[in-house]
């Protein structure tokens, strides 16, 4: 975070959203056995949690993005082999929802992403490299390195988040989705230009 950017208001308020990450994730990452850590090193967390916390709301979910693509096939691997019984954590298909192809059936394990029943979601089909361009909106780009323990937000992702803009992400390939769209037009956001 550049500090000249923001004034002490904003600074403070950051300073307590970063909080909120890092003491949430360490217990997210509490439920997972120990040898999962490994893969955790050097992760990020990012996509919609900062602007949840940013309003006072609690995220769906925790987006987490390994380090390196070996770190993130080696993390769906150790799942899909079921090492250390993880399958009791992982968070069952609500037969309701209709869920594109799962890798293990009746639980939350794709090819994209493994969520646990905590909300904890490891990304394993990009990793933290691909954070730039992976998410269609400018505040979803905020993020928290779990190895420098710094969190990270420009000006823009602070102001699109604090006045609700929904603005493209310029580094994005493609559209958004429209029942994202729906979503947060639903909960006040507005469409907006960078």
Not at 98 to 111: H, M
Not at 147 to 166: C, E, G, P, V, W
Request: glycine share 6%.
């Amino acid at each position: 975070m550049n500090t000249d950017v923001f004034n002490n208001v904003e600074r403070a308020t950051i300073e307590s959203v970063k909080i909120a990450i890092r003491n949430q994730l360490r217990i997210l990452f509490a439920d997972l056995p120990t040898s999962y850590y490994k893969l955790l090193e050097g992760c990020i967390l990012t996509g919609g949690a900062s602007a949840s916390l940013f309003h006072g709301e609690t995220p769906n979910d925790w987006d987490v993005y390994l380090e390196n693509g070996t770190k993130s096939e080696n993390f769906l691997n150790r799942v899909l082999n079921n090492d250390e019984n993880i399958y009791e954590q992982i968070l069952e298909i609500n037969p309701n929802y209709r869920v594109r192809k799962t890798l293990v059936p009746g639980i939350y394990v794709t090819e994209s992403a493994i969520t646990f029943k905590n909300g904890l979601q490891i990304i394993v089909n990009a990793d933290k490299t691909t954070r730039q361009n992976g998410f269609d909106f400018v505040h979803c780009l905020p993020y928290f390195d779990m190895k420098t323990q710094q969190y990270y937000i420009s000006r823009a992702q602070y102001d699109a988040i604090n006045n609700k803009h929904l603005i493209q992400n310029p580094n994005y390939i493609g559209q958004p989705i429209v029942s994202r769209l729906d979503k947060f037009w639903s909960r006040g956001w507005t469409n907006k230009t960078a």
